[in-house]
């Protein structure tokens, strides 16, 4: 069992940056994909970055290319998204998410279908 609490949203400036934190209890964490999701209002949940199990390759949305980077450590079961450069249409819940396979399975990440686990969520604003 794995279960995701996320941290760290809040209101930012358009151009600021915002950390964001999941903390995952289960030993099974190590083993597994991490991720980001989000969903803005009335619109569709998205895919924002995944991890592998080993930190050692990432995947990430066009949208949020060169400004979001993702990280784990897994002494402290946690996965982190560093977000610069924000902009208001960033504004989004932004869930964590925990796929079984440790490698990224591009499509289902891409399609957000077949997470394992994920958190409740944690509301990112930026105001312009």
């Known amino acids: 069992q794995v279960q995701l609490v996320e941290s760290g949203g809040g209101l930012v400036q358009a151009g600021g940056s915002l950390r964001l934190s999941c903390a995952a209890s289960?030993?099974?964490?190590?083993?597994?994909?991490m991720g980001w999701f989000r969903q803005a209002p009335g619109k569709e949940r998205e895919f924002v970055v995944a991890?592998?199990?080993?930190?050692?390759?990432?995947y990430s949305a066009d949208s949020v290319k060169g400004r979001f980077t993702i990280s784990r450590d897994g002494a402290k079961n946690t996965v982190s998204l560093q977000m610069n450069s924000l902009k208001p249409e960033d504004t989004a819940v932004y869930y964590c998410?925990?796929?079984?396979?440790?490698?990224?399975?591009?499509?289902?990440?891409?399609?957000?279908?077949?997470?394992?686990?994920w958190g409740k969520g944690t509301l990112v604003t930026v105001s312009s």
């Open positions: 289960g030993r099974a964490f190590r083993t597994y994909a």
């Open positions: 998410a925990a796929h079984y396979s440790g490698d990224i399975e591009y499509d289902i990440w891409a399609r957000g279908y077949g997470m394992d686990y």
């Open positions: 991890i592998s199990w080993s930190g050692g390759n990432t």
